[in-house]
């Protein structure tokens, strides 16, 4: 498939992470022509935070992390994670395959099961052939190495058109902390494919329990403000270590913080870029709302509506389909308090189209591969961000043709 | 534009209502080729309800309607409307331009202007050119006659491939009650269009009060259970008059609330039917869950999702996908208790596909023009049944690039 047109120029060149170390492997889960597992593995002593995806639906994997999380954080860790199948909704066998991967990873590393997390990323509803990837768990433990992210970005992947990470380093108390993170995902569920995997390193020094409430708290800023189709999956997994290995304690650290934040938003970003069939990346920036939640609801609004979507794909500066998509988000809106603005352009005001707003410049502007669509519904301070990405021919051809 | 492949055969041949006059012309609002205004007459003492969007930013004609609902119900009353612009983000211009129609229809027709209706469906936020309306008004009363629904269901049409029409009959105390409808809708919302218009007729007596009551309570069942893009209109009305002039009391009557509920899923049906780019009709039947409220989540659920849509649209047995909704949609669900047919086939049960399913038979259903999803939650007696259609590559190429 080709490369999404929203794609960075390349893959980062990402730090190495003190503590992480990494190995990737052929296993023939479902894909015969490329490295599939990943496994990763983490120092003894480093603190490791998860969010996951809410689906009823959710996956073995997803229910065996969560059951996890939380746990004693002395020895060591470690992420397995295959694409090519998601082992959701696979019965009790689901849970066999992953307690078999988790048995195997034990018997190769030493590390104890309940500090082994798993993932996995494919099809929905057949059978995990577990036995490749057991068989595979010796060597991969065999060839992990510091320098492996790349790679493990390439693994984790599935219908995503790039591999996807980012880097970043702040400096606290005259030391350095570093961040790397991988991610994989091209719509909120790839075709058929049980979709975001986020993994993300520090050598920052954190408590478990801070360094979870800090990623649940950034994840509602970044990956839950993202949506390619509305459609959630039943994999989804967000988890963060942090090693130690710096030495520096990040405990309520504004800097660390704000530098997870980046790196995660970067993460998120790509993740859109990837969209299927994507063509443009929009930002929708809501002000003005009853509340933030009132602000994330219209952001939504727009950010999935079909038509909002559509008219992206094709140019068209339509904002009659804003002004619907606000009326209904179910948030506290007036029509006539209603602004919109593509950029700079004002569009529409006090109820009706800007008297200086004209169809041209309004055109003009949709021509842009990045675009941002902003709202002020002039009520009350209420703010919020979400980024989407258009709907186009390419998205019906990837999912109506995909399985068959 | 073609019509749609899922269309009835023909318009159906509606009764006449004894009390309603009906009258459409072209007058030029935007399209210059056909009759775009329709104008209904009611009899005097006519029982009028309705049933509007709900969304924060609905257009003039809708909020005017409103207001003037549930008043005094003796004298006669009329309905105005006009495809071709929805009067919608209009600011103080639409509502001049709905009382200047209102002003006109009572100076030609004599009926008081509290006791006329009017919708605009079209593009939104351009003016409503209203003088090429009420130049025609005497015209439009001149040629009222209780023959011209037919007439009418073309002149409320936008996008529409085919005209839409139903009517049933049902025998109280031994004497027949009538009812007929048309609407107008392809689409949540259509193109631009400020969308869905249903107007029913009945010859029923009824009190104002009741009917809105009964009125309120079917839409619920039928005109709120289908879906084509999630997009909700800012003109969507639904009106129904009660003349009165068979005589015969329907308050309370069973018989008049089924044949009435048979009427409107008629209508909503037919909006599926004409949904854009739709070549599949889809039955979402919920059973089994914790509510009705809930069976009605996952339905929505199902129905919305692009994936489901699309793999429908490839007509790809993909039951993966519905799993998927079924854990996003909010509702009490349980992996293992969940099963899903297509038709009569039994897909997936106890948490896993079906030891008797096969992709092949799931394949042949698929091929099919209607068809139905029927998932059973297992976790109590809550039903539900929505209505939808495919999400196709006709669907992005009218939307994306309708206004350019």
Redesign the interface.
């Known amino acids: 498939m080709a490369i999404s047109p929203l794609a960075p120029a390349s893959f980062p060149d990402l730090f190495v992470i003190e503590g992480v170390r990494f190995a990737s492997i052929a296993a023939g889960v479902k894909y015969n022509d490329r490295q599939d597992v990943m496994l990763v593995e983490l120092a003894a002593g480093t603190a490791v935070a998860g969010v996951f ?1 809410r ?4 996956s073995a994997p997803v229910l065996d992390c969560q059951s996890k999380m939380g746990g004693a954080a002395d020895g060591r860790a470690a992420i397995l994670v295959n694409s090519g199948n998601s082992n ?6 689901g849970e066999r395959s992953v307690a078999a991967i988790c048995d195997a990873v034990g018997a190769a590393t030493g590390i104890q099961t309940d500090r082994i997390f798993t993932a996995s990323t494919g ?3 057949e059978r995990l052939p577990h036995d490749r990837i057991t068989a595979k768990v010796i060597d991969l433990a065999e060839g992990l190495t510091s320098s492996g992210i790349k790679d493990a970005a390439q693994a984790i992947m599935t219908t995503d058109t790039f591999p996807k990470g980012a880097c970043a380093e702040v400096v606290i108390d005259e030391k350095t902390v570093r961040i790397a993170g991988i991610a994989k995902g091209s ?1 909120m ?1 790839a ?2 494919m ?1 979709t975001m995997l986020v993994y993300i390193f520090t050598d920052a020094k954190i408590s478990q329990a801070d360094l979870q409430t800090l990623l649940a708290t950034l994840t509602d800023q970044t990956f839950n403000c993202i949506t390619v ?6 994999s989804d997994s967000l988890m963060c270590a942090a090693t130690g290995a710096s030495g520096v304690d990040v405990t309520n650290s504004a800097g660390f913080t704000q530098t997870l934040h980046g790196v995660m938003l970067n993460l998120a970003h790509q993740v859109v870029r990837d969209g299927e069939g994507a063509t443009k990346f929009v930002e929708v920036r809501v002000s003005g709302a009853a509340s933030d939640a009132d602000a994330r609801k219209v952001g939504l609004s727009i950010a ?4 909002v979507k ?2 992206i ?4 500066p ?4 804003i ?7 179910g ?6 308090r ?1 602004t919109i603005r593509f950029g700079d352009i004002l569009v ?1 005001e ?4 800007s008297p200086d707003y004209t169809e041209a410049a309004g ?1 003009a502007y949709m021509k842009q591969q990045d675009l941002i669509i902003a709202v002020d519904l002039g009520i009350a301070g209420g703010l919020g961000t979400v980024w989407t990405c258009d ?3 390419g ?3 990837i ?6």
Chains 1, 2 share one sequence.
Do not use: C
């Open positions: 995806t689906s009823a639906t959710r959701a909704f696979t019965g009790a066998a099809v929905i509803g719509g569920i075709p058929d049980a189709d509305s459609d959630t999956s039943t999935n509506s079909p038509l559509t008219a794909a094709g140019e068209d339509n904002w009659g389909r002004v619907m998509a606000v009326g209904k988000s948030a506290q809106a007036d029509r006539d209603l529409a006090n109820g009706w189209v055109a709907l186009t021919h998205y019906i051809t999912n109506a043709d995909y399985r068959s």
